[in-house]
């Protein structure tokens, strides 16, 4: 069952919709809980026990936190002396439940990953000994919810929030079924609380998400579901493409995944705002960036913050980076010696993105591609304000700025073409395969309607990026649509509604010639 799925959206969602609301306000969490249950379940059936499993564990594992800072007292020279070891024990605490939760992840995700190149390396050597390749049943969102519960687990350690003694409410935090699949990934402080509340429904909450959730079927059905027929054909049959065609794949795959998971995300929060719990935005506008920094600031946010969090300023503050930082510092240079401190910490970071998104070395390169590209431009950041006051010109101006945001375009683009290509090698291949055989005739010789779309597609798909970057523009310069359509008179504003339903319902790539796409981030 997937959000776009008419199960869902016409018997589901507004069952737990329906009996959230006739319910009492202390019982309302329980639906929440049963129905995220249920979600999960149908999804996974008796992987279920991973979730299970992960929440019985934090909540173990902080009231265990909780009752180090309880045991050890207050205001004697013992009870300082509790306190010292209990630190130390806290720490031993932590370790346990990061490595438990992070080594799931890696056993169920990665295993198959690191047994094939470990067995090529003893081939190579050559050592008489070959590792058996295990297989798990991964369950939906495993990734999402491991990094929830290390959130959970560390924010109790560092006495952001008191740890949960209610394992049904710490339940319903971990497996809200909104954000199960795609996140975004929340954090204990934002959520666990409102979820647990109960709240009644609200016209305007209902109004609004449902507003969100068409939105999101508009930018998922209309646009990145047409596009997979394209996609698929090219990067499947790459080696029949070259020059432009493997672009226009490489483009289109971008728009593609861009359509796919921002239009789920507007699917989630748009469910979680009907039942009056506010997500964390996930996008903002990401290709209005100048910058890979600013890309990562507006892509993916909640994944983003996630690693700056809990790895990167984690790592930032060790004692040793530090030290490499003060060294460079006096050697390089106030500059040169921040980004020596930031070099460990950012890869570290870079590493773990590339590889969270799947177990490749096309990952690993799409992770590492960033952060050469990121570490490039804090090197070069300096000069390039120095040249551009020589200059004269005023980066700040539009027509520096549009420059800009068409260079990283094409940094976005080169790296979906690694992240989308089937193995480093295939991603390598197809790149080469840019710059041969460039011939524009493809685009006037009937070509294009060789790779599964129509004229009709192409111009349903055209039609609708300028609407989505309309949009994006709009919210660029902080104009909300729903808000401004919410303000008109009754019967226009339903007008414009039973409109983009019906913009859905009649360009909505279902049907003969189109095949049922999974959301491409629930196989992060």
Known sequence: MQYVSLLYLLVFLPLALLIYQLLPQRHRWKVLLAASYVFFFLMSKQLIFYLFFSTVSIHGIGLWLDYCDTA????????????????????????????????????????????????????????????????????????????????????????????????????????????????????????????????????????????????????????????????????????DYSGILILLGAVCYTLQLYADFSGCIDLTIGTAEMFGVRLPENFRQPFFSRTASEFWRRWHITLGTWFKDYIFYPLSLTRSVKQIGKKARKKFGRHLGQVAQVFLPLLAVWVCNGLWHGAGWNYLFFGLYYFVLILLGNLWEP??????????????????????????????????????????????????????????????????????????????????????????????NEISIRKEVAALNLPLRWTIYLGAVLLVVIFGAYGVGYLPVDPLYAGF
């Not at 013992?78 to 306190?83: G, I, L, N, S, T």
């Not at 740890?163 to 204990?188: H, K, M, Q, T």
């Not at 209902?206 to 508009?218: A, D, E, K, N, S």
């Not at 073409?417 to 055989?437: E, H, K, N, Q, Y």
Request: hydrophobic share 50%.
């Open 383 to 476: 000069a390039a304000a120095r040249i551009a006051k020589f200059l004269h010109r005023n980066r700040d101006g539009v027509l520096w700025r549009v420059m800009q945001e068409i260079k990283m375009a094409f940094i976005v683009v080169t790296g979906e073409l690694f992240f989308r290509a089937d193995g480093l090698l295939t991603g390598l291949t197809m790149f080469r395969s840019i710059f041969t055989g460039w011939d524009g005739a493809v685009l006037k010789n009937g070509s294009l309607m060789k790779l599964g779309l129509d004229a009709y597609d192409f111009w349903v798909v055209a039609i609708g990026m300028v609407i989505v970057l309309v949009v994006d523009l709009l919210h660029e």
């Open 72 to 239: 050890a007292g207050t205001g004697t020279e013992e009870a300082a002396a509790a306190k010292q070891a209990c630190t130390q024990k806290k720490k031993r605490i932590l370790c346990y439940g990061v490595l438990l939760h992070i080594g799931l992840l890696l056993l169920l995700k990665y295993s198959s990953f690191f047994e094939q190149n470990l067995n090529w390396l003893l081939l190579k050597l050559p050592v008489p000994v070959q590792l058996p390749t295990l297989k798990f049943g991964v369950p939906i969102g495993l990734s999402f919810f491991s990094l929830q519960a290390v959130s959970y687990i560390s924010d109790v350690y560092h006495k952001r929030i008191k740890a949960d003694d209610n394992l049904g409410r710490l339940a319903l935090f971990l497996s809200f079924f909104p954000a199960i699949v795609e996140g975004p990934i929340c954090r204990y402080s934002e959520t666990a609380q409102v979820l647990y509340d109960g709240k009644p429904l609200a016209y305007e909450n209902v109004t609004f998400g449902i507003q969100r959730m068409v939105w999101g079927l508009f930018k998922k059905l209309v646009i990145a579901d047409r596009l997979n027929v394209l996609v698929e054909k090219i990067f499947t049959n790459y080696r």
